[in-house]
C-alpha cells in the first residue's frame, strides 16, 4: 500500500520561510518523478515544482522560480520543498504527489500517480 505523507506547513508571514518534506512509502521512490502540486481555495490545482527520480532535473512554475528549491533525498524516500521569500498569494494546501510514466514534461497534474493528504501553508501580509 502507497502511502505518501506531507508535513511542514504553517502560518507565516510575508517574506518568510517553510520547508515542506513529504516521505513516501510503498514504492520505490527512486522509480519516480516527485512533485509538489498547490490549489488554493476557488482556484485549479498548480504545479508548483518537480523534480526526475535522479535529482538532475527540476522543474519550477514562474510563480515560485527564484524563491522554491525542490530536492530529494533517495535514501529517506524524502521529497523536501524550500519555500523562501514566501508571499500571501502562494497561501494554499499544498500536496506532494508520484509519477512514473508522464507522457511530457513536467508532468501534468492529472498525470500524477499517487498524492498526499496535503500541508497547509498561510502567508500572512
Known amino acids: 500500500q502507497v502511502q505518501v505523507v506531507e508535513s511542514g506547513g504553517g502560518l507565516v508571514q510575508a517574506g518568510g520561510s517553510l520547508r515542506l518534506s513529504c516521505t513516501a512509502s510503498?514504492?520505490?521512490?527512486?522509480?519516480?518523478?516527485m512533485g509538489w502540486v498547490r490549489q488554493a481555495p476557488g482556484k485549479e490545482r498548480e504545479g508548483v515544482s518537480c523534480?526526475?527520480?535522479?535529482?538532475?532535473?527540476?522543474y519550477y512554475a514562474d510563480s515560485v522560480k527564484g524563491r522554491f528549491t525542490i530536492s530529494r533525498d533517495n535514501a529517506k524516500n524524502t521529497l523536501y520543498l524550500q519555500m523562501n521569500n514566501l508571499k500571501p498569494e502562494d497561501t494554499a494546501m499544498y500536496y506532494c504527489?508520484?509519477?512514473?510514466?508522464?507522457?511530457?514534461?513536467?508532468?501534468?497534474?492529472?498525470?500524477?500517480?499517487?498524492w498526499g493528504q496535503g500541508t497547509q501553508v498561510t502567508v500572512s501580509s
Open positions: 504527489a508520484a509519477n512514473k510514466y508522464a507522457r511530457r514534461w513536467p508532468p501534468a497534474v492529472d498525470e500524477y500517480n499517487y
Open positions: 510503498g514504492l520505490k521512490f527512486d522509480d519516480y518523478t
Open positions: 523534480i526526475t527520480w535522479s535529482g538532475m532535473i527540476t
